[in-house]
């Protein structure tokens, strides 16, 4: 085991919504992530979580990514842009430049970087048409970078198990527990490190549901979910507002 410490940054997706304890936090691909790797390397190993729901690029750069280097780590996980591409005000050419500075940035004190290509994520989800390229633009320079830098890439987009509704929260944009173990078993095997077999495995799609049925479980989702996202975005709010990182400094893997 050549990680030692790991720093895990972004937002919800590296967070862990909605993979929760049982004390109602989220545990998340990161955390499993981090309990495999720490029952490798021994007890020296040490591990901090940055990610906070809700941010978008510019805050979890200026935030987190001086925090995860000065910590000097030998691992980094770097996943964000998901919340801007949702945005009426996406600048492609601004984000996908500041990601090459970024990863450069994470890759200077010669720490490994984790980058994620997203999974497809918009089928049950309004806006496809705007949304689903800005998600592959910013998919592509992923892999442009991730190659450009040295970084390990985890691609998301390529598993097409990604598209089982089963892997995804009731709101339809966050990951499951299934969803998360899934992430954690592809991280780990981009990493060379075994995971449990368990966590690869995909529960059965749900039976399809008549169509009435579908339409009335659709006017849930926008009351339950949609609306007050919609209602955040007028008022200049994000679900991360009161959010700290649930793991601001490196420290042991507390079983």
Same mark, same amino acid.
């Given at each position: 085991? +050549? ?5 895990? /940054? ?27 790797? %720490? ?21 979890? /750069? %200026? @935030? *987190? ?22 945005? +009426? $005000?996406?600048?492609?050419? $601004? ?5 090459? @500075?970024?990863?450069?940035? =994470? ?9 994620? +290509? ?16 800005? /998600?592959?633009?910013?998919? *592509? ?14 691609? =998301? ?25 899934? /992430?954690?078993? *592809? ?9 449990? @077999? @368990? ?14 049925? %579908? ?6 989702? %926008? ?9 955040? +975005?007028? &008022? ?5 507002? $009161?959010? &700290? ?11």
């Amino acid at each position: 085991m +050549r990680w030692r410490s790991f720093v895990a /940054v972004g937002d919800s997706f590296t967070e862990g919504m909605d993979d929760a304890y049982p004390d109602g936090t989220f545990r998340g691909w990161a955390d499993l992530v981090a309990t495999r790797l %720490a029952a490798e390397a021994g007890p020296d190993f040490r591990y901090a979580n940055l990610a906070i729901r809700g941010r978008l690029f510019p805050g979890v /750069v %200026a @935030e *987190q990514v001086p925090a995860a280097v000065a910590m000097k780590p030998d691992l980094i996980s770097f996943a964000a842009g998901g919340n801007d591409v949702l945005r +009426r $005000t996406f600048d492609p050419d $601004t984000l996908v430049a500041r990601f090459d @500075e970024v990863v450069r940035q =994470l890759r200077s004190g010669g720490a490994d970087v984790l980058l994620f +290509r997203f999974a497809d994520v918009m089928a049950r989800l309004p806006g496809q048409r705007l949304v689903a390229p800005r /998600v592959q633009l910013l998919n *592509q320079a992923v892999g442009e970078t991730a190659e450009r830098h040295g970084a390990i890439m985890v691609d =998301l987009y390529a598993d097409d198990t990604f598209l089982n509704p089963m892997l995804w929260s009731t709101d339809r944009l966050h990951l499951s527990a299934a969803g998360h173990r899934r /992430v954690a078993g *592809q991280v780990l095997n981009a990493l060379g490190v075994g995971c449990d @077999e @368990e966590w690869l495995m995909v529960p059965p799609h749900p039976a399809p549901s008549p169509w009435l049925a %579908a339409r009335a479980a659709d006017l849930r989702w %926008a009351g339950q979910h949609l609306a007050p996202w919609v209602r955040r +975005r007028l &008022t200049g709010r994000s679900s991360g507002d $009161t959010v &700290t990182a649930k793991r601001p400094l490196l420290g042991p893997i507390v079983d």
